[in-house]
C-alpha cells in the first residue's frame, strides 16, 4: 500500500530549529523524494530532493541552513531545518512518486 505521512512541524523562535520527517512506503523509499512548502497566499515550492543514491538539492534560500537525510531502515526521509526565519513559515510537504503528504505546520515566530 502506498503511504507517505509526514510529521515533526510546530512553532519556533527565529533562529531555531526542527526536524521533519516523511516515512514512506517500501516502494515509494525506491524513489525520488522531496521536500516542498507552500506559504499563506503563495505557490508551492520545492525545498529539497533526495535521489535514491543519496545525492541531494536544495533551493537557494535554505542552502547551508538545511540537511536532507534518508535513514534506510526506516523507509523515512527527514528535513533539518536550522536557523529558522520567519519566511520558512510554510505548510511543509513530502512528495514521491506523484504521491503528496497531507503536509505539516511549521510557523517561525517570536
Known amino acids: 500500500q502506498v503511504q507517505l505521512v509526514e510529521s515533526g512541524g510546530g512553532v519556533v523562535q527565529p533562529g531555531g530549529s526542527l526536524r521533519l520527517s516523511c516515512t514512506v512506503s517500501?516502494?515509494?523509499?525506491?524513489?525520488?523524494i522531496s521536500w516542498y512548502r507552500q506559504a499563506p497566499g503563495k505557490e508551492r515550492d520545492l525545498v529539497a530532493q533526495i535521489s535514491t543514491g543519496g545525492n541531494t538539492e536544495y533551493t537557494d534560500s535554505v542552502k547551508g541552513r538545511f540537511a536532507i537525510s534518508k535513514d534506510n531502515a526506516k523507509n523515512t526521509v527527514y528535513l533539518q531545518m536550522n536557523s529558522l526565519k520567519a519566511e520558512d513559515t510554510a505548510v511543509y510537504y513530502c512528495?514521491?512518486?506523484?504521491?503528496w503528504g497531507k503536509g505539516t505546520l511549521v510557523t517561525v515566530s517570536s
Open positions: 512528495y514521491a512518486g506523484n504521491i
Open positions: 517500501e516502494e515509494m523509499f525506491l524513489k525520488l
